[in-house]
Nanobody, 125 residues
Framework: QLHFVESGGGLVQPGGSLRLSCVVS????????VGWFRQATGKEREGVAC????????YYLPSLKGRFTISKDSAKNTVYLQMNSLKSDDTGVYYC??????????????????WGQGTQVTVSS
């Protein structure tokens, strides 16, 4: 089975930035896609961004356009999520997950096969 180590979460003021990292071990994820999801207290888990490891194509939640950027370093089996201009509504637990297919036009949590344990992001003054 795949193993995930998520890091980079923490407490940040509104307007600040964080860079999350997800190291995927077990297999090289170059055939797969890696997504970032988040879940705020009392809300459904939502897909934030996805990157296909073979060609680098990406998907973003439309409401996050321009603030979040997903990228990868295939040699390190690592996927990053750069988050800028953070708002209080961005608070939640952020998870990385692996899908066995390329990113599509939407993100459904049940279609992702492997999940990390998550990292807490809190945006507060």
């Amino acid at each position: 089975q795949l193993h995930f180590v998520e890091s980079g979460g923490g407490l940040v003021q509104p307007g600040g930035s964080l860079r999350l990292s997800c190291v995927v071990s077990g297999v090289r994820p170059d055939y797969y896609s890696v997504g970032w999801f988040r879940q705020a207290t009392g809300k459904e888990r939502e897909g934030v961004a996805c990157i296909t490891m073979t060609d680098g194509s990406t998907y973003y939640l439309p409401s996050l356009k321009g603030r979040f950027t997903i990228s990868k370093d295939s040699a390190k089996n690592t996927v990053y999520l750069q988050m800028n201009s953070l708002k209080s509504d961005d608070t939640g637990v952020y998870y990385c997950a692996v899908d066995l297919e390329a990113c599509g036009s939407y993100m459904a949590a049940h279609e992702f096969n492997y999940w990390g344990q998550g990292t807490q992001v809190t945006v507060s003054s």
